[in-house]
């Protein structure tokens, strides 16, 4: 790829400068700024008949209720630097709380839908998080946690609103400031939580434009939860950021619903998980669409997928890639000033604002030269946080842990991740997580979690139990273990398929060969 144009180095400066300011407002950035006439996101509900109802919400109706609702939250004693946890799926009052703590100075940690209970509130603990804003559906699962209080969605919360006065001043907590704290699982140890400030929305924003190329009148759709970082990252922040309209479909991933989206809406820029392409690519009724611009990220697209999606969305699927850490940071880009070819098998360039290569077999970002790296480090976890960057001060490699390989021409190709986390439908899984559920059960003594290989995920979870001295593993055994994953951690990471053995490959230091229970 040539040099950067001088209008795209203007540009990121630009918003660098934006984001990036010492007295940067969240709320000013992400709604007051914007036409108050204008739709920030339409709400697609579903009837049990199938049938969608849509419903607008305005830059000035956000802005209006996160005014209300931050009043309310004051009352309730949040203020500055306090983490208030939201366990919602895609609907406006998730993006109302969201704005809402953002007026306030305060922290907002994401809680996934499908997560159990000890997942939730081990997140909560590590934000020493003591409210909960929550919707009926998921209320079970931290009505329970001591010491933590809930707000729901429906007439409490609309109550909320209609009985507070608006905030007359929103807090400015600087681009240096916190705006979101993210819980990411690794391999070993819990779940590790990044600190998002303010600032990472001028990287959000770029991604927006640069990667997947939103215009203005684009019907755009990021179909990812925004439990994760995809779709908070893209699919909330980065639309506000940029003023930019996203569809928020409440409702669970179905090809009937997402073909009656894209048809009735008129989605022509639309992004998902590979996952949802799979399914999709499945389904003969998905033909005949003529998307503008359709991207994935996650984990790269297999050929068949790419073949598919140019004859039924009229467009070709491009690959993209990032971590939590930092976002999207190498892309397939489609806008035109950096469009490419895409080569089979490449995640693409760089990123404006980004300077990547390859450390010691590992895709890195140039810390001191990419201003739109805006991660710094773990919250209170001085060691992880020293195992991913080189250099003194942080100033040297991020290494991103996915080993790849990059070309002449400054194109990059993934050749393999970190072997010990698991992708599937697009999220990152820590064995860890699972394993800490399964020891737990009296049958278990020793266990292990390994992904394989699955057409229509990506991969799926396979663990393997060496039983107590006496127990058989039966079918009833493996259907009490992936309920007790279920249960004690998430809906959607138990293993499809336990095997009980009689030991389990280990080097001599003790440490798990998970490779050779992969090659099993």
Request: net charge negative.
């Amino acid at each position: 790829m040539s040099e950067l144009s001088d209008d795209i180095t203007t540009q990121v400066d630009e918003w660098l400068e934006l984001y990036g300011a010492p007295d940067a407002s969240a709320a000013h950035l992400l709604v007051d700024r914007h036409d108050p006439s204008q739709v920030a996101f339409t709400q697609i509900d579903v009837d049990p008949q199938g049938t969608l109802h849509t419903e607008n919400l305005t830059y000035g109706q956000l802005a209006e209720q996160s005014r209300c609702l931050a009043t309310a939250l004051a009352a309730r004693g949040v203020t500055r630097g306090d983490a208030v946890g939201v366990l919602m799926g895609k609907r406006a009052e998730l993006v109302v709380s969201l704005l809402a703590l953002a007026r306030l100075g305060a922290v907002y940690i994401p809680l996934f839908t499908a997560f159990a209970t000890p997942a939730i509130e081990l997140r909560l603990r590590g934000g020493d998080a003591t409210l909960v804003i929550t919707e009926p559906g998921q209320l079970d699962k931290v009505a329970g946690i001591d010491g933590v209080a809930t707000i729901v969605a429906g007439p409490e919360f609309d109550d909320l609103i209609a009985g507070s006065e608006p905030l007359q001043e929103s807090v400015a907590v600087g681009g240096d400031g916190p705006l979101v704290l993210l819980f990411t699982s690794g391999t070993t140890g819990n779940p590790k939580g990044v600190p998002v400030p303010v600032r990472a929305l001028a990287s959000f924003h770029a991604y927006l434009h640069y990667g997947l190329d939103v215009a203005a009148d684009d019907v755009f759709w990021n179909a990812a939860d925004p439990g994760w970082a995809y779709g908070l990252y893209y699919g909330v922040l980065g639309p506000l950021a940029a003023g930019r309209r996203n569809l928020l479909l409440h409702a669970g991933f179905s090809p009937e619903t997402t073909i009656e989206v894209l048809n009735r809406l008129g989605v022509n820029n639309f992004a998902a998980a590979p996952t949802v392409y799979r399914s999709l690519s499945n389904d003969p009724r998905v033909t005949g669409f003529a998307l503008r611009r359709a991207s994935s990220a996650g984990e790269p697209l297999t050929p068949d997928v790419v073949e598919w999606a140019l004859g039924a969305l009229g467009c070709e699927v491009r690959d993209h890639y990032g971590q939590t850490e930092h976002g999207m940071f190498i892309n397939n880009h489609w806008n035109e000033a950096l469009r490419e070819p895409v080569v089979p098998g490449s995640m693409g360039f760089a990123m404006p604002g980004f300077a990547c290569g390859i450390e010691n077999g590992e895709i890195a970002i140039d810390t001191a030269h990419s201003p739109l790296m805006w991660f710094t480090g773990y919250l209170d976890a001085p060691d992880k946080t020293a195992a991913r960057f080189t250099g003194p001060d942080r100033t040297g490699w991020y290494l991103t842990a996915d080993a790849g390989r990059m070309e002449d021409d400054g194109r990059f190709f993934f050749t393999a991740r970190d072997d010990d986390v698991i992708i599937m439908a697009g999220y990152r899984i820590g064995p860890f997580d699972v394993e800490s559920v399964l020891i737990t059960h009296p049958s278990v003594i020793d266990v292990a979690v390994v992904g394989r290989p699955d057409r229509l995920r990506g991969e799926v979870l396979e663990a393997f139990c060496v039983l107590a001295d006496g127990v058989v593993g039966t079918d009833e055994l493996e259907a009490e273990l992936q309920q007790l994953v279920k249960e004690g951690f998430a809906a959607h990471a138990y293993p499809r398929t336990v095997h009980f053995v009689d030991e389990l490959p280990k080097t001599p230091s003790g440490k798990i060969q998970r490779f050779k229970l992969r090659q099993s």
